[in-house]
């Protein structure tokens, strides 16, 4: 049976925003208050989409939070019409407000992990939604990220869905963006290993921890996930992100490498205890398995050129012909030290093959590249054909959304105008007949009331 990978990349939703919310994320912290281009960001990002789906990958959409979220400021006090909560927020607690807009649930690298049905105990694809509790701003989506995915992957007999674990800083759970399966190449659909990364132990402080910024995913999250999931230890691996880069700005792993089927592609500093995590990923995946982990010397890319354009939280994806290739922002581009790395790769005898170039500039000025937008989901063809049609990308889907985007989106937003209240009403129309466009049901609570 044919096994492929799947991109479900997220919509940027109608409040695109920089409000600088992120503390660790340098891009979102220095451009915050700048003017965001909501249409243009949701544009950029389905423009990737198509590209890929053009490129003979399977290709699905992920859609938006409920933003302004008007339940979570009434749970904090606000209170009356939803002008009246609106305005009381902007005065009296604009940072409030600020985070109930944000339109973060477009990183779907963050929205769940997943683990394939071939490394399940139970044969499913099991999806747990990330709590995301370091931001309040992001500690916002779980539940309705369970609620899309529920509605993407409904068939019980193919897909587990899991609670989110509990909202604690203990259990602090990033999603993919700390995750990485590797298999045999060419093949998703036999046991692979999952990579969990952490950034700190949650109940030892006597282990290595960064000291500036805070370490999102902690290891006691990643194994309650890997139990959730019914993995067995022979295919799991716990590495954890060296402290010294998340205090950098590597506020994720995807921030500092990537991985697809047999390749590792990574920063030379990016771990602790690197080659011991190494040795066991060769040992569980077996002696059959060729690996190829790339390794960026510091002395060919800088950390800060790493983080700045995002080397690491591109793409590696396996195209139909069986040669692999690289989506990248054009800010590797247009930087002298990683373009030119780029160029010294493609002569390297690894299985990346090709570099492809994308504007996704609304994003990565809020902290994202092009990985941060897609969730990866390997399915078998049965699987596959279980997934609600109407969120794959087609011809026909892409100019339906793109003229979905040109009617109900903004062309430019301050963090003034997110105290405009017809900002609700421009957002839930829009919500509302994208839920249509999907087959969603009513997944957010505005549509449930």
Known sequence: MKHTEANFDGLVGPTHNYAGLSFGNVASSQNAKDASHPKQAAKQGLRKMKALMDMGMVQGVLAPQERPDLYALRRLGFNGSDANVIAQAAEQAPHLLRACCSASSMWTANAATVSPSADTSDGKVHFTPANLTNKYHRSLEPETTGNILKAMFKHEQHFAHHQHLPDNEHFGDEGAANHTRLCAKGDYGHTGVELFVYGRYAFDSSKPAPKKFPARQTFEASQAVARLHGLQDENVVFMQQNPDLIDQGVFHNDVIAVG?????FYHEQAFLNQEQ????????LGQDTPLHFIEVKTQDV???DAVTTYLFNTQVITLPSGDMAIIAPTECQENQAV??????????NTPIKKVHFFDVKQSMKNGGGPACLRLRVALSEQELAAVNPN??????????LDNWIEKHYRDE???????????????RTALDELTQILNLGSVYRFQQD
């Open 391 to 400: 969120v794959m990308l087609t011809d026909g889907l892409f100019h339906t």
């Open 413 to 427: 937003l301050y963090s003034k105008d997110l105290a405009d209240p017809q900002l609700i009403n421009e957002s």
């Open 339 to 348: 373009s030119a790395y780029f160029e010294k790769l493609l002569t390297l």
């Open 260 to 264: 697809n089927q047999n390749v590792l």
């Open 302 to 304: 800088s950390v800060q």
């Open 277 to 284: 995590g190494f040795n066991e990923i060769r040992q569980k």
